[in-house]
Protein backbone atom coordinates (compact mmCIF):
# COMPACT_ATOMS: atom_id res chain seq x y z
CA UNK A 1 0.00 0.00 0.00
CA UNK A 2 1.39 3.45 -1.05
CA UNK A 3 1.22 6.11 1.42
CA UNK A 4 1.94 9.81 1.27
CA UNK A 5 2.83 11.74 4.81
CA UNK A 6 2.94 15.56 3.79
CA UNK A 7 4.94 18.08 6.49
CA UNK A 8 6.75 21.39 7.09
CA UNK A 9 3.28 23.73 6.46
CA UNK A 10 2.71 26.82 9.19
CA UNK A 11 2.09 30.15 9.67
CA UNK A 12 4.82 32.75 7.68
CA UNK A 13 4.52 36.34 6.75
CA UNK A 14 3.82 37.19 3.35
CA UNK A 15 7.56 37.25 1.48
CA UNK A 16 8.84 34.93 4.03
CA UNK A 17 9.81 30.86 2.79
CA UNK A 18 8.40 27.37 3.66
CA UNK A 19 9.87 24.01 2.88
CA UNK A 20 7.23 21.27 2.19
CA UNK A 21 7.73 17.41 2.39
CA UNK A 22 6.08 14.31 1.03
CA UNK A 23 7.23 10.81 2.54
CA UNK A 24 6.30 7.91 0.24
CA UNK A 25 6.46 4.45 1.55
CA UNK A 26 5.10 1.55 0.00
CA UNK A 27 6.95 1.87 -3.59
CA UNK A 28 9.85 3.88 -4.27
CA UNK A 29 9.31 7.15 -5.26
CA UNK A 30 11.24 6.87 -9.18
CA UNK A 31 8.30 4.98 -10.03
CA UNK A 32 5.83 7.77 -10.11
CA UNK A 33 4.98 11.74 -11.53
CA UNK A 34 4.53 12.96 -8.47
CA UNK A 35 3.06 16.46 -7.84
CA UNK A 36 1.56 19.34 -5.45
CA UNK A 37 -2.01 20.78 -5.45
CA UNK A 38 -3.58 22.88 -3.31
CA UNK A 39 -7.20 24.03 -2.29
CA UNK A 40 -9.00 26.22 -0.32
CA UNK A 41 -12.65 26.32 1.26
CA UNK A 42 -15.00 26.45 -1.90
CA UNK A 43 -12.74 26.37 -4.51
CA UNK A 44 -11.33 23.20 -6.35
CA UNK A 45 -7.97 21.31 -5.60
CA UNK A 46 -5.68 23.26 -8.19
CA UNK A 47 -2.40 22.03 -9.50
CA UNK A 48 0.87 23.75 -8.25
CA UNK A 49 3.63 22.01 -9.74
CA UNK A 50 5.31 18.09 -10.59
CA UNK A 51 7.92 16.69 -11.31
CA UNK A 52 8.46 13.90 -13.89
CA UNK A 53 9.53 9.95 -13.22
CA UNK A 54 12.88 10.48 -13.97
CA UNK A 55 13.16 13.73 -12.68
CA UNK A 56 14.63 15.54 -15.32
CA UNK A 57 11.33 17.38 -16.00
CA UNK A 58 9.72 19.66 -13.97
CA UNK A 59 6.05 21.53 -14.31
CA UNK A 60 4.87 24.70 -13.00
CA UNK A 61 1.28 27.10 -12.35
CA UNK A 62 1.82 29.97 -13.79
CA UNK A 63 1.02 31.65 -10.18
CA UNK A 64 3.88 29.88 -8.93
CA UNK A 65 6.56 29.53 -11.38
CA UNK A 66 9.55 31.53 -10.81
CA UNK A 67 8.73 31.58 -6.77
CA UNK A 68 8.25 27.67 -5.95
CA UNK A 69 10.86 24.55 -6.96
CA UNK A 70 9.41 21.16 -6.70
CA UNK A 71 12.31 18.83 -6.37
CA UNK A 72 12.93 14.98 -4.89
CA UNK A 73 15.99 12.73 -3.02
CA UNK A 74 15.17 9.67 -4.25
CA UNK A 75 17.47 7.75 -1.28
CA UNK A 76 14.81 9.06 1.67
CA UNK A 77 12.00 8.78 -1.08
CA UNK A 78 10.81 11.93 -0.34
CA UNK A 79 8.85 14.79 -2.82
CA UNK A 80 9.43 18.56 -1.71
CA UNK A 81 8.68 22.26 -2.41
CA UNK A 82 10.61 25.11 -1.54
CA UNK A 83 8.04 27.67 -1.59
CA UNK A 84 10.02 31.42 -1.24
CA UNK A 85 8.05 34.69 -2.11
CA UNK A 86 4.92 33.64 -0.15
CA UNK A 87 1.69 35.98 -1.12
CA UNK A 88 -1.72 35.68 1.03
CA UNK A 89 -3.75 34.02 -2.04
CA UNK A 90 -0.51 31.37 -1.37
CA UNK A 91 -2.45 30.21 2.19
CA UNK A 92 -4.46 26.87 1.48
CA UNK A 93 -4.19 23.26 2.26
CA UNK A 94 -1.15 21.59 -0.22
CA UNK A 95 -1.50 17.99 -0.87
CA UNK A 96 0.83 15.83 -2.23
CA UNK A 97 -0.55 13.00 -5.20
CA UNK A 98 1.23 10.70 -7.24
CA UNK A 99 1.02 8.86 -10.87
CA UNK A 100 1.31 5.72 -11.36
CA UNK A 101 0.99 6.58 -15.26
CA UNK A 102 4.58 8.03 -16.25
CA UNK A 103 4.02 8.72 -20.35
CA UNK A 104 3.51 12.24 -19.50
CA UNK A 105 3.23 14.67 -16.79
CA UNK A 106 -0.20 15.54 -15.79
CA UNK A 107 -1.57 18.57 -14.43
CA UNK A 108 -4.94 17.13 -13.72
CA UNK A 109 -5.84 16.34 -10.27
CA UNK A 110 -8.07 13.05 -11.02
CA UNK A 111 -4.79 12.01 -13.18
CA UNK A 112 -3.12 11.20 -10.07
CA UNK A 113 -3.77 7.85 -8.22
CA UNK A 114 -2.65 8.09 -4.63
CA UNK A 115 -2.42 11.28 -2.40
CA UNK A 116 -1.72 12.47 1.33
CA UNK A 117 -3.69 13.97 3.97
CA UNK A 118 -2.68 17.75 3.16
CA UNK A 119 -0.78 20.46 5.18
CA UNK A 120 -1.47 23.49 5.74
CA UNK A 121 -0.12 26.55 4.38
CA UNK A 122 -1.09 30.15 6.01
CA UNK A 123 0.72 33.32 4.79
CA UNK A 124 -0.31 36.79 6.69
CA UNK A 125 0.12 40.15 4.89
Known amino acids: QVQLVESGGGLVQAGGSLRLACEVS????????MGWFRQVPGKEREFVAA????????YYADSVQGRFTISRDVAKNTLYLQMTSLKPEDTAVYYC??????????????????WGQGTQVTVSS
Open 97 to 114: AADTKILRVAVERNEYDY
Open 26 to 33: GRTISRYT
Open 51 to 58: ISWSGAST
